[in-house]
């Protein structure tokens, strides 16, 4: 686990990129949202509503922040008025976050603004960029794909960091697919 664990996240964005640029290639780009949509908001929402509640009882009653049965803690998270997690991060609701389904939502984003991209992406420019660098040298290759991942993580707060990360490589998974 510690050999892969640094290219783990790494090897998810470029396959997330690939697969864009194949999918992209037989469905129109409404089709592709709503595959999209469809494929990754129903997991994200079942995740929110049935793993994430378990997953925040157990860290609140670890940390000493809960002291209530499990059916109790349930009617306090799905309440709209509670005080019960100001200690916690909110997100997508004032006290319900995405938690370790974090890449499952970031996907999501990220799909839809590759979409936007689209016409840029797809310019004679950047093809042109893209056939450039990859007859260069292998060197010249790593120093270019690696300089914006560098200069993003010397600059990027280190608890945020992966989102631009993983933006970044998506966008080379698409650009080599």
Not at 33 to 54: A, D
Not at 100 to 119: D, G
Request: hydrophobic content about 55%; charged content about 10%; overall charge positive.
């Amino acid at each position: 686990m510690l050999l892969v664990e640094p290219w783990r996240m790494a090897v998810l964005w470029l396959i997330a990129g690939i697969s864009i640029r194949f999918i992209m290639a037989k469905v129109s780009i409404w089709r592709f949202i709503s595959i999209r949509s469809f494929r990754l908001l129903l997991p994200l929402f079942f995740g929110i509503l049935v793993i994430v509640p378990p997953q925040l009882y157990i860290e609140m009653t670890h940390n000493g922040d809960l002291n209530m049965n499990y059916w109790q803690f349930l009617t306090e998270f799905f309440s709209t008025d509670t005080n019960v997690f100001e200690k916690y991060q909110s997100g997508i609701w004032p006290h319900i976050d995405v938690n370790h389904l974090w890449f499952i939502r970031a996907l999501w984003q990220y799909s839809l603004i590759i979409l936007c991209l689209l016409p840029l992406l797809n310019s004679k420019f950047v093809k042109h960029g893209i056939n450039w660098l990859f007859n260069q040298n292998t060197a010249v290759v790593i120093f270019i794909a690696t300089l914006p991942l560098f200069i993003i993580q010397v600059n990027w707060d280190l608890d945020t960091v992966r989102y631009p990360i993983g933006f970044t490589l998506m966008l080379y998974g698409y650009l080599i697919g």
